[in-house]
């Protein structure tokens, strides 16, 4: 399977799990590949209106992991506009995570999967898992253990 693992990363946190997970597919049938989403301003966090600069291309992958930040208590603005710009997820296996400061995943995490999971389904995706990773956690290497070991799976 061609997989395409879409990350949207503003201070590499999330970027950092994504090339784990890429590497978790290395000497697997599997080629996984990571291309980032990038917005045209250089702070997007003050950014009212959002502007992208990188638009991956889904087209080519057979399945998808989208990852992204938590940003006030929600899905990153950024990948939800590239989610929602996207034209089509039709039968595509897709799954998801984000990362957050905090430790517990009801501020923000658990809100923020959501609004994945709806846009993707919205455009056709099949979902095949999710996960959290609470970078305040002192659980958060078991975190991404446990995420690394679950996503192979895809
Ligand atoms: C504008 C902004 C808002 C944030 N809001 C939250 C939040 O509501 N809850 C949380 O746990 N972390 C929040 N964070 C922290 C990030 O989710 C966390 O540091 C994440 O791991 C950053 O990922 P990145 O390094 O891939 O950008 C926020 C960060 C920024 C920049």
Not at 9 to 19: I, R, W
Not at 89 to 118: E, H
Request: glycine residues 4%; positive net charge.
């Amino acid at each position: 399977m061609n997989i395409g693992i879409i990350v949207f990363s503003h201070t590499n946190n999330t970027f950092s799990v994504a090339n784990k997970l890429k590497e978790v597919f290395y000497n697997t049938a599997h080629t996984a590949t990571v291309e980032r989403i990038t917005t045209a301003s250089r702070n997007p966090t003050v950014e009212p209106d959002i502007k992208l600069k990188d638009i991956p291309d889904v087209s080519n992958y057979d399945a998808l992991i989208f990852a992204s930040p938590v940003w006030a208590f929600s899905l990153c603005p950024v990948m939800k506009k590239y989610l929602n710009g996207l034209a089509s997820l039709n039968g595509k296996k897709v799954a998801l995570f984000v990362t957050q400061q905090l430790r517990f995943s009801w501020m923000g995490g658990n809100r923020a999967i959501k609004q994945m999971i709806k846009i993707c389904q919205s455009k056709g995706a099949n979902i095949a898992n999710t996960g959290i990773v609470n970078w305040s956690s002192k659980n958060k290497e078991e975190q991404i253990h446990n995420l690394l070991e679950c996503f192979k799976k895809i």
